[in-house]
């Protein structure tokens, strides 16, 4: 007679998450691995004492925002309100509310609050003083960092508030200058407040500062990139060569930690044009049958990305690099591929379309 077997006993997926640090819901929410993120947070809130939940609720809260959906996270904000409330933090409780505020009224009801509360709480625009605890000040840097952002949202892009923008600026730098354990968000808005200004080069380093902080941060690797991609511009309408060629390699070096961060496939395309651009079709086309052939691993709890997506990302670059070339036929191959792939693909479409059009001269 068989002997029984020993019963494996497995803990259910919200005993894993529980046990799990919180280090690493953050740090899936800065590879910008949402919903694997809030599930850590959501996991740890599970019948954990009131005095510690309000953290996760505000995490859970930004995240649900962060994919737009709007009436969960003005729920979720006003829990955390709640909770920050019940452990003494009164400033994160109302830097809770406005974002409740923010999310199911509007944005400029929101900055007209936090304004007039700054004007109320901080008059001297310092943090609380010199009697403030760091605690209140860490507080304080997350409101002025919201602050900052308000503000950029309020401008606009046809014609920029040069008022707003030092406003903007001036929130965004005392948000760093206090500090709080995840500034590296801080450092994201004050690169953002000097792109809307046009200064590339102080974006490119706040942007720096954000990734030293957080050197997995994909949302300062994505803005970085983009700093990069102008940098470089200005280097070709200077006919500065050296100083493209060094700003191209400090992009692709960027794209690489980007895509090792968190492979999407738009990075990945900037990567193949760049190749194309420094070192020629043959190197891009060789990286892009390298990638659809071993595609990187993809996450279920990606927000925004596929492996449809990456593969018809992917094809529609290897056309854009052949039409280049002039190689018309073997282009429309790729994007008549990628067609297949996605055919609700309108830039697949308009590509099949406009190489028809070449063709036919």
Known sequence: MAEPQNRKRTESLSKVYSKKPISEGYALWDR??????MRVFTFKAEGAPPFVLAPYLDSVAEITLQMHDFEDAAEQFAIAAGKYQLIDQKILADLMRFK???????????????QAYLAAQDPQGNGGGEKSTEQAKSAFARVYAYLADLLLGSLDEEQ???TVLQQARTAAELAVQLGWDRDHCGWLIVGDVHVASGDYEKAKEAYGEALRRCPHYAKALERQAGVLQQLVRAAEENADNAGKAALQTELLSLLNRSIEVHPLANTLREKAFLLSEMHGDDVALAFVAETLERPPPEEIDVVGSSAKETTSTLLKAKAAILADGNQLDAALEAATRALEVDPNDEEAKSIIRDLHESMAV
């Not at 910008?32 to 993120?37: G, I, M, N, R, S």
């Not at 505020?101 to 936090?114: D, G, K, M, R, Y």
């Open 32 to 37: 910008e691995y949402l919903l694997a993120a």
């Open 100 to 114: 409740v505020t923010e999310v199911s009224s509007s944005a400029e009801i929101a900055l007209e609050q936090v």
């Open 160 to 162: 920029v508030n040069g």
